[in-house]
C-alpha cells in the first residue's frame, strides 16, 4: 500500500506557473506507475497526464500540451507536475495517484491509491 500527499497548489495569476509535488510513502514507489488529475467544481475528476514507473514514458491531456511536464524523482518518491501558461479553466483540486500496472493510463480506474488532493486556482 502506498500513502500519497500532494502540495504546491494556490493562487496564481492567468499565465503563471505552478510546480505540485506528490509524495509517497514507502520503500516501494519505484513499483508504482503514476498520474495527476483534476476536478473542477461541478465536474467529474479528469485526466491531466501519467507517468510510467522508471519515467521512460509520460502523457499528458490535450488540454494541458505544451504548458504542463509530469516528472518523477523514484530515489525521493515524489512525482511533480510543473504547470506553466496557466489558464482560469484550470482551476480545480488536484490529485495524483499511484497505479500498480505497467503505465497507469488515463483511466481513473486503472489506479489503486489517491491523495486528497491539493487546490489550484488561476485568477485572470
Known amino acids: 500500500q502506498v500513502q500519497l500527499v500532494e502540495s504546491g497548489g494556490g493562487l496564481v495569476q492567468a499565465g503563471g506557473s505552478l510546480r505540485l509535488s506528490c509524495a509517497a510513502s514507502g520503500r516501494t514507489f519505484s513499483r508504482y506507475a503514476m498520474g495527476w488529475f483534476r476536478q473542477a467544481p461541478g465536474k467529474g475528476r479528469e485526466f491531466v497526464g501519467f507517468?510510467?514507473?522508471?519515467?521512460?514514458?509520460?502523457y499528458v491531456a490535450d488540454s494541458v500540451k505544451g504548458r504542463f511536464t509530469i516528472s518523477r524523482d523514484n530515489g525521493n518518491n515524489t512525482v511533480y507536475l510543473q504547470m506553466n501558461s496557466l489558464k482560469p479553466e484550470d482551476t480545480a483540486d488536484y490529485y495524483c495517484a499511484a497505479s500498480t500496472t505497467e503505465v497507469g493510463g488515463t483511466a481513473l480506474s486503472n489506479y489503486d491509491y489517491w491523495g486528497l488532493g491539493t487546490q489550484v486556482t488561476v485568477s485572470s
Open positions: 507517468i510510467t514507473r522508471n519515467g521512460g514514458m509520460r
